[in-house]
């Protein structure tokens, strides 16, 4: 027997109080004078011998009142006992783990593995009875807040409107859940139903040391519903990323796209075909034998500039939902440069190689370097620094490379190397050490030694790839300059100098020549070389590090503000949904968004104005049908130390019967109750006869 409210019991000992009653009542028992007959005498001996047995009849049976009263508050019960019309049935609560992974959408016999979840759920929903409660949880779904409930037609809208979800499944969150909610508890059924395909993906990939043994303790029931029944066939999209770092309108997007085959079948054949925009841009057919990937090259033409949105697309299969991967690319409209420069010397060549790319497609602005510190740099994709006297607005440059902005340092023509030095040291980049060779001086010049033609500002550079032959220029002075490795040198001259250089800082970057664009320091601006390598390179640095382009559903979103600058933006969810978003721009600078269980684009808008697009993507894991076996369970629940009892149904089990089978049987109280009353009755009756008794014997005294 087991009592469902064990704290009342300690009311036993409520049990003693007839017991001292009694004894308190015997030491004021009034001495009776018998008469000298002999046999009166032993009539009211044999009287007084009688109501003493009944008193401590009525002892008992007032001890055992409380006692049936106690315990019938403590809600005792026992396995498979029925009595009829004096039991009832004892109270469950059932949490139901669904398994809504899209690797459910399978589909079996009966439907999709999802479906058939959500059918034997509602008809096990549709058992419970008045007094039971119960609570879902989806496998796939993050910081569940659930609470058990008794509104049973709740439970069931809930899950008819459940859909599959693109955030990859984790059992054992579900699982702890599940034990936390049905230990909360009071009822004598304890039970939770797990519906699942079993997919290895789901179980913990590490050993676990959580010990669950006090929550699912040998008063829980895990009832496990293996779902999966035929071998699956699946191809997946695994990955889609640009080969481009430089992205212009009208120009061939390369990208690289991987396609894994897990079934036991080789493809042949097979067709992936490139959306641009909704646009099929490209198509390529491939082949893939069983159990492997391939990697496939497909070049693309975006033909409108701002956030471009692509789209690789396989054939159907028996799991829909990883035939589609997403990718955001952003192609500038109108890039928009800044120029900051003292004396017209330092940059007139630059500026007239940075107009050759033309108004439609670049802002140029020119500030002096006194005039830097109320500029806003968000609003520039470059920044040109031809001025070593910066003495305001350092720590806005710092900001602006950080958040993503670009920067290229070209020494002016009268260089205070103490003065240039200070800039680099805040920037946190090497300095300078000193220069080298004479102004106006080409009797003594180096030239170009190494070029790294697989850096992006070569790209399609060259109209032949095989002859990327640059005419070196003569450079007579020059800063004597080294990466240190902290970045990465781009061409270098050949005294071992970096003449062109790369540095990374936060998401954004830093270009730097150790010359100044000027006839007295070298020949370079003359080069053929000079204007399309200013004009890549401003392409280049404009190029926006979009580090959240391998969003996997269910991760958060990191929001920039900077680049919102608003206290309200909208997302533009893959459903069509939209959610407005309200932030303090005092307090935080970057916002998380979680709400990403859908796969696809989420654009953020402030008013009409598109400020991002990130693409988010399923976990391909949850694509590769390879399902744990009765072992793998077993060990599982070995690690968390459960303690329970472990059920197992099949398809060919009828899941009620199963269930009534197993289930603990009947609720005693009411039994308990009802023998309280009727001991109640007949210590009422015992105690009225008593009372004439001992009347009748004080009257014949």
């Not at 479906?115 to 007094?131: F, M, P, S, V, Y």
């Not at 984790?170 to 139903?193: C, G, M, P, W």
């Not at 395909?197 to 010990?211: C, G, H, W, Y």
């Not at 439609?360 to 994709?381: A, F, H, M, P």
């Given at each position: ?14 049990a ?14 009034k001495?009776?004078?018998?008469s ?13 011998r ?7 009849l009525?002892?008992?049976?007032r001890?055992?009142?409380v ?32 398994d809504?992974?899209?690797s ?7 439907g ?50 459940s ?10 969150k ?18 939770i ?8 993906n ?7 040391k ?31 990323k640009?080969?481009?770092q ?33 646009k099929?841009?490209a ?28 789209l690789a ?9 990883d ?9 500038p ?13 330092s ?28 500029v ?33 340092i070209?020494?002016?023509v ?8 200070n800039?680099l ?52 002075y ?15 001259l050949?005294?071992?100098?970096s003449?062109?250089?790369e ?6 970057k830093?270009?730097?020549?150790n010359?100044?664009?000027d ?15 200013i ?11 979009n ?15 900077n ?52 693409a ?10 390879v ?39 009947s ?11 009727l001991?109640?009755i007949?210590e ?5 006869n ?12």
């Amino acid at each position: 027997m087991t009592f469902l409210n064990p704290a009342v019991l300690i009311g036993l000992l409520a049990a003693a109080i007839p017991v001292i009653i009694h004894l308190l009542n015997l030491r004021k028992l009034k001495k009776i004078e018998f008469s000298t007959l002999t046999f009166l005498k032993e009539l009211q001996k044999n009287k007084i011998r009688k109501i003493k047995i009944k008193q401590w009849l009525l002892l008992a049976i007032r001890v055992l009142i409380v006692l049936f009263i106690v315990m019938a508050f403590a809600r005792p019960a026992l396995r498979g006992l029925s009595i009829a019309g004096t039991t009832s049935a004892a109270k469950t609560t059932a949490v139901f783990i669904v398994d809504n992974s899209f690797s459910m959408a399978v589909l079996g016999q009966n439907g999709s593995y999802f479906n058939q979840a959500k059918d034997l759920t509602r008809k096990i929903i549709e058992q419970l009875k008045e007094g039971d409660e119960a609570a879902i949880l989806f496998l796939s779904e993050d910081e569940q807040q659930i609470n058990l409930t008794n509104d049973f037609n709740q439970l069931i809208n809930r899950l008819n409107q459940s859909e599959l979800s693109f955030i990859k499944g984790d059992l054992h969150k579900s699982i702890t859940l599940a034990a936390q909610l049905v230990n909360k508890s009071n009822n004598f059924n304890r039970e939770i139903y797990l519906l699942t395909d079993f997919q290895k993906n789901i179980f913990p990939q590490n050993e676990l040391k959580t010990d669950l043994s006090e929550l699912l303790n040998e008063n829980v029931k895990l009832y496990s519903f293996i779902l999966s029944e035929k071998k699956v066939f699946n191809l997946a999209v695994d990955e889609i990323k640009s080969a481009n770092q430089i992205f212009e309108k009208d120009k061939p997007i390369t990208f690289n796209i991987t396609i894994s085959n897990y079934s036991e079948q080789d493809v042949q054949n097979g067709v992936i075909s490139v959306f641009v925009n909704q646009k099929r841009a490209a198509q390529k057919s491939f082949d893939v034998d069983a159990g492997k990937s391939v990697l496939l090259d497909i070049d693309a033409i975006a033909d409108a500039a701002g956030f471009v949105d692509v789209l690789a697309e396989i054939e159907s299969d028996d799991i829909e939902q990883d035939n589609k991967r997403y990718n955001s690319v952003f192609i500038p409209d109108k890039i928009s440069a800044l120029i900051v420069s003292d004396d017209i010397a330092s940059h007139r060549f630059l500026k007239l190689a940075l107009q050759t790319i033309g108004q439609q497609k670049l802002k140029l602005e020119e500030r002096n370097s006194n005039q830097i510190s109320g500029v806003q740099l968000t609003n520039y994709d470059v920044v040109f620094i031809c001025n070593d006297n910066i003495t305001q607005g350092n720590e806005k440059l710092i900001q602006y490379v950080k958040d993503g902005g670009s920067l290229f340092i070209i020494p002016q023509v009268n260089t205070d190397i103490n003065r240039l030095n200070n800039l680099l040291g805040k920037l946190n980049l090497p300095l300078a050490n000193g220069f080298a060779g004479k102004l106006n001086d080409k009797t003594l010049s180096v030239q170009f030694d190494k070029i790294d033609f697989n850096h992006p500002v070569f790209l399609n550079l060259f109209k032949i790839e095989d002859k990327k032959n640059i005419e070196s220029p003569s450079i007579n002075y020059f800063l004597k300059y080294s990466t240190q490795g902290k970045g990465t040198n781009i061409i270098t001259l050949t005294d071992g100098s970096s003449f062109l250089s790369e540095f990374k800082q936060g998401k954004g970057k830093i270009f730097l020549f150790n010359t100044a664009n000027d006839l007295s320091w070298s020949n370079f601006p003359l080069k053929t070389i000079y204007a399309p390598l200013i004009v890549k390179s401003v392409y280049y640095l404009s190029q926006k590090e979009n580090q959240q382009n391998n969003i996997i559903a269910g991760t958060p979103l990191t929001i920039d503000l900077n680049r919102i600058n608003s206290t309200q933006f909208k997302i533009f969810k893959p459903d069509s949904t939209t959610e407005i978003i309200n932030v303090d721009l005092t307090n935080q600078k970057y916002f998380d968004y979680k709400s990403t269980s859908l796969a696809g684009f989420y654009k953020i808008y402030t008013g009409n104005e598109i400020v991002d697009n990130i693409a988010v993507n399923f976990d391909k894991s949850e694509s590769n049908p390879v399902y744990a076996d009765e072992n793998d369970f077993n060990k599982y629940l070995e690690m968390i130390k459960f303690k329970g009892k472990l059920i197992n149904i099949n398809k060919e089990i009828n899941p009620v019967d199963a269930i009534n089978q197993a289930r603990f049987g009947s609720e005693l109280w009411r039994l308990f109750l009802l023998i309280a009353i009727l001991l109640a009755i007949l210590e009422m009756t015992i105690a009225r006869n008593v009372k004439k008794e001992v009347e009748g014997i004080s009257t014949t005294n």
